[in-house]
């Protein structure tokens, strides 16, 4: 079945790790989009990415980065971890030609 | 730049009563248009979205929503609420041509009392 997944699911981390939040899709889609949302708040888009070996910064300034290595992996990582970066973590992908996005269940970060 | 206001933070409603959720969106043109639903702990999914043609909308689990372009509207109906239905919900505008990112807007708890 065609889907978009999302590891870990749920994340408690301390302070200074490393992590590297999982985001898979198995619906051939070109366009993949990160975006991070804070409890009953709107979503930001922090990171996006045409295709394969493109990434691209989204509207909301964040310290993660993104890698493209396959079309249908687009992971994002945190080289060090703070508090500042608790909050929920939805992945999401789209066709070339859509608009249409289509979303994971979501990684909620705690940082501590 | 665009923006999509949703007024309305919370809205309780009866089940079995009637539901309007509000989305009024500032744009240069006539953008693509989506609601999207988030239940606590999960990501988004797709309920409706208007691209052109009739501007009343059907989507899943008994939702419409009509796009007003003299009024830059496009509400979310519901005919009956079921307590399923007790959810965050979110209005969205995608940009028609370039890259075609959505803006969302703030949300809109739903929520339903028996």
Request: glycine share 10%; proline share 4%; hydrophobic share 35%.
């Given at each position: 079945?065609?889907?978009?997944?999302?590891?870990?699911?749920?994340?408690?981390?301390?302070?200074?790790?490393?992590?590297?939040?999982?985001?898979?899709?198995t619906m051939g889609h070109d366009k993949m989009y990160?975006?991070?949302?804070?409890?009953g708040m709107e979503l930001h888009l922090i990171h996006y990415s045409y295709g394969v070996n493109s990434t691209e910064k989204g509207d909301l300034s964040s310290e993660s980065t993104v890698s493209r290595i396959r079309t249908e992996h687009f992971p994002l990582t945190l080289e060090s971890a703070r508090p500042s970066h608790t909050s929920q973590y939805?992945?999401?992908?789209?066709?070339?030609?859509?608009?249409?996005?289509?979303?994971?269940?979501?990684?909620?970060?705690?940082?501590? | 730049a665009q923006s999509v206001t949703q007024p309305d933070i919370h809205i309780t409603v009866s089940e079995g009563a009637s539901l309007e959720l509000r989305c009024n969106y500032s744009y240069g043109a006539t953008p693509y248009l989506f609601w999207y639903?988030?239940?606590p702990g999960q990501g988004l999914?797709?309920?409706?979205?208007?691209?052109?043609?009739?501007?009343l909308v059907q989507g899943i689990k008994g939702f419409e929503a009509e796009f007003k372009r003299s009024q830059s509207s496009f509400n979310l109906r519901k005919p009956s609420v079921h307590w399923s239905d007790?959810?965050?919900?979110?209005?969205?505008?995608?940009?028609?041509?370039?890259?075609q990112k959505l803006v969302f807007g703030t949300g809109t708890r739903l929520l339903v009392s028996p």
């Open positions: 079945e065609a889907d978009i997944y999302q590891t870990p699911r749920y994340l408690v981390i301390g302070t200074g790790k490393k992590i590297t939040l999982e985001c898979s899709q990160w975006y991070q949302q804070d409890p939805l992945c999401a992908s789209s066709r070339i030609a859509g608009v249409e996005q289509f979303f994971g269940p979501g990684t909620r970060l705690t940082v501590l | 639903v988030q239940s999914q797709l309920l409706l979205k208007y691209f052109s043609g009739d501007t007790a959810a965050e919900y979110f209005c969205a505008v995608g940009a028609r041509t370039g890259f």
